[in-house]
Each structure stands twice: as structure tokens, then as C-alpha cells.
């Protein structure tokens, strides 16, 4: 079946840092890719998306590529802010479904003034 | 325009009670899923609905768990005779057929 493995956290970096949290994959065919974010106290909101391999997701300074050679979908921003601060979630569509997300874990991203 | 709204925020419940928890889909959107978000397990898929019909059920752990949904619209999940390993966030989301998927806030669940 489909799976999402990121990295685990905590992670904590001091604002303007650069970041990267590791997503790879496994899904039969080409699956969409996701990364939800969630701050705190609030819902999951879509933070980006890529549907096909090679695409660039990008948004509030945040991107990641879809890179099937790797199945991997690694989140980047080049200079973190403290309301960056949430819980990172990367998921999938694909493997046979059109709508059932698949996600991981999340990773508890800190960012210190 | 309204997002997806879920009733209660929490809840706290006994062991063995039965729980309806509400999720109100953004007007128009066709399809409504279901999720639980726990500790142990991440964020794990539950149900999905397109319209009325059920067509997947396939992530509901066990046969203490149903969902309905009425008028295509809103949707009740509902729990018998909780256990504790029931404790944890259910998120309901909508979307457009199966298109971007808008999460509600959330119930957590707490069954003492």
C-alpha cells in the first residue's frame, strides 16, 4: 500500500535559517504530493502541491519538487520565520485511490527569534 | 465564504458510552472524509462520502464505528461504547468531487 516517511522532529532553528524536512514515498503509478500545515491550535491547511513528477509546488516562501528517480517531496524554505512554527505534514494521493490521503507523521517545527 | 465546521470542539466521555460527532461540509462540495489524528498513529483515513454514498469505509477500525450522511451534506460519525484507544482527533474535510481537500478544526476526543 501507500506510504509517507518523513523525518522526525523536533526541529528547532533560530529565525532566518534555512530548512529542509525530508519526505519519501512509496505508491504504485504517479501519486499527487502534499505538504499540510498545521499551526497551532488550528485546522490542516494545504500549504503546496505538486501532481506530476518534476512539478515545483511553491507557496509563503516554502517549495518542493516532485522527484519520482527518488520518490521523494522535500519541503525547503530559505529563510524560516517564527510564525513558520507549526507541525509539517506530508501526504499522498495515488496507488489506486483519487481522493484517500495518505500522510506521515508530521514534524514539529520550532522557530526561536 | 464559511470553511468546514466540526461540533463539538471537545469532547469528554466514559468508557462504553455512545459519541455523534457533526462535521458540516463548505456548501457545494460533493465529497466529505473522514480522519483521526492520534498519537500512535498519525493521521489515518476513515471514511470517505461522495454525495450521500459511502463508497469506501475501509479505514473505520472497527464495527463500533459508523458514519452517515444526509441531504449531501452533513455528515455524523458515531462511536459505541467508546474505549479509551478512541481518544483522539477526528477531522473532517470537504472538497470539490475529489479535489483539494478543506480540513475542519477538529473534535478531540477524550474517553476517561
Known amino acids: 500500500g501507500n506510504s509517507v516517511t518523513q523525518m522526525e522532529g523536533p526541529v528547532t532553528l533560530s529565525e532566518e535559517a534555512f530548512l529542509t524536512i525530508n519526505c519519501t514515498y512509496t505508491?504504485?503509478?504517479?501519486?499527487?504530493l502534499f505538504w499540510y500545515v498545521q499551526y497551532p491550535g488550528e485546522g490542516l491547511q494545504l500549504l503546496l502541491k505538486?501532481?506530476?513528477?518534476?512539478d515545483k509546488g511553491s507557496n509563503k516562501g516554502f517549495e518542493a519538487t516532485y522527484r519520482k528517480e527518488t520518490t521523494s517531496f522535500h519541503l525547503e524554505k530559505g529563510s524560516v520565520q517564527v510564525s513558520d512554527s507549526a507541525v509539517y505534514f506530508c501526504?499522498?494521493?495515488?496507488?489506486?485511490?483519487?481522493?484517500?490521503?495518505?500522510f506521515g507523521k508530521g514534524t514539529l517545527l520550532t522557530v526561536n527569534p | 465564504g464559511a470553511g468546514v465546521s466540526q461540533s463539538p470542539s471537545n469532547k469528554v466521555t466514559e468508557k462504553g458510552k455512545d459519541v455523534e460527532l457533526r462535521c458540516d461540509p463548505i456548501?457545494?462540495?460533493?465529497?466529505l472524509y473522514w480522519y483521526r489524528q492520534s498519537l500512535g498513529q498519525g493521521l489515518e483515513f476513515l471514511i470517505y462520502?461522495?454525495?450521500?454514498?459511502?463508497?469506501?469505509k475501509s479505514g473505520l477500525p472497527s464495527d463500533r464505528f459508523s458514519a452517515e450522511r444526509t441531504g449531501g451534506s452533513v455528515s455524523t460519525l458515531t462511536i459505541q461504547r467508546t474505549q479509551q484507544e478512541d481518544s483522539a482527533v477526528y477531522l473532517c474535510?470537504?472538497?470539490?468531487?475529489?479535489?483539494?481537500?478543506?480540513f475542519g478544526p477538529g473534535t478531540r476526543l477524550t474517553v476517561t
Open positions: 474535510a470537504s472538497s470539490l468531487r475529489t479535489g483539494e481537500q478543506y
Open positions: 462520502f461522495q454525495g450521500n454514498s459511502a463508497p469506501d
Open positions: 501526504a499522498l494521493i495515488g496507488g489506486g485511490s483519487n481522493y484517500k490521503l495518505t
Open positions: 505508491a504504485t503509478g504517479y501519486p499527487s
Open positions: 456548501s457545494g462540495h460533493t465529497a
Open positions: 505538486a501532481t506530476k513528477a518534476d
